[in-house]
């Protein structure tokens, strides 16, 4: 399928390798005394924000993976966006399947937060963001026009390197409560990712943990959320009590990518342990 591709987002970088930060499952409230799971997911989404900022680390792009709102309103939209722009670097997004799109496209449109889905990042790298939202479902999946979304970028652009975002995992999390809701299609894209070589990372949120693989030319990872945390390996429904995390990737200029995942210091939240489900 050949699409009419809308513009992409051109992004210098500031040195050699360029660095992404990575933010996911936001899950903000209008109230802002909300509280997902006994996380008070506003004041952690910022106290995530300041220490980011406190670290003084140069970015050159930030990735957002969706689920920003746990409540699907405007304002809550609006607290992300005002919050992100505290950052100099441009802040590109994808739905996650709490998100309300409507609502989302309109705050970030009047926020200035760029809707592009394609972003040529220096000379050396390529990022691709793909939906994965199905309306109305917790599971995920990749449309043909997503797939030709990936496909036609990477005929586009062959000489760069890719990083490709979406929502849900591609890979099971051996949680079997949240493998219930991965991303449907995950065989189809995965045999599609083998396909190019110049594909080198995969990220995802939805898990609310952290994870690494290694694919036969690829990194892929999962990020944590900004506020809870699910408990990894557990077969059933278990909120785990490691803080709210975010993830810095650097994109080397020879194709390869370090990175790491990082977590509140300064500050502690205390997630219900009790809840069986939300
Ligand atoms: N106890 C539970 N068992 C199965 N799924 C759940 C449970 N509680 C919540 N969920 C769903 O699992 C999803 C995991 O990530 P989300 O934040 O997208 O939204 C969550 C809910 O829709």
């Given at each position: 399928m050949r699409l009419k591709l809308k513009k992409h987002l051109i992004v210098p970088i500031k040195y050699p390798t360029a660095k992404i930060l990575h933010i996911t499952?936001?899950?903000?409230?209008?109230?802002?005394?909300g509280l997902l799971l006994g996380i008070n997911t506003n004041a952690s989404f910022d106290a995530v924000i300041n220490e980011i900022k406190q670290h003084g680390e140069h970015f050159d792009l930030i990735v957002a993976t969706g689920?920003?709102?746990?409540?699907?309103?405007q304002l809550a939209y609006l607290r992300f966006a005002k919050s992100i722009k505290q950052f100099s670097a441009p802040c590109v997004w994808l739905a996650g399947n709490h998100d309300n799109c409507d609502n989302m496209r309109f705050i970030f449109k009047q926020q200035n937060l760029?809707?592009?889905?394609?972003v040529l990042l220096g000379e050396k790298w390529l990022v691709i963001m793909l939906n994965s939202q199905v309306e109305g479902k917790t599971y995920g999946q990749l449309s043909s026009q997503e797939l030709a979304l990936l496909t036609n970028t990477l005929a586009m652009y062959p000489d760069r390197f890719a990083m490709v975002f979406l929502?849900?995992?591609?890979?099971?999390?051996?949680c079997h409560w949240l493998d219930n809701h991965c991303l449907i299609n995950h065989t189809e894209f995965i045999n599609l990712i083998n396909q190019?070589?110049?594909?080198k990372g995969i990220g995802w949120g939805h898990i609310h943990q952290k994870s690494h693989h290694r694919l036969s030319h690829c990194q892929a990872f999962s990020t944590p959320s900004t506020c809870v945390q699910f408990k990894p390996l557990n077969h059933d429904f278990q909120v785990a009590n490691d803080l709210p995390g975010w993830r810095i990737i650097d994109l080397q200029r020879a194709g390869e990518i370090e990175t790491k995942v990082q977590h509140l210091e300064n500050i502690i939240f205390h997630p219900d342990m009790s809840q069986s489900g939300y």
């Open positions: 499952d936001t899950h903000l409230f209008a109230d802002e005394d689920d920003f709102v746990q409540d699907s309103s760029p809707d592009n889905k394609v929502h849900h995992h591609p890979i099971m999390s051996q190019y070589p110049n594909i």
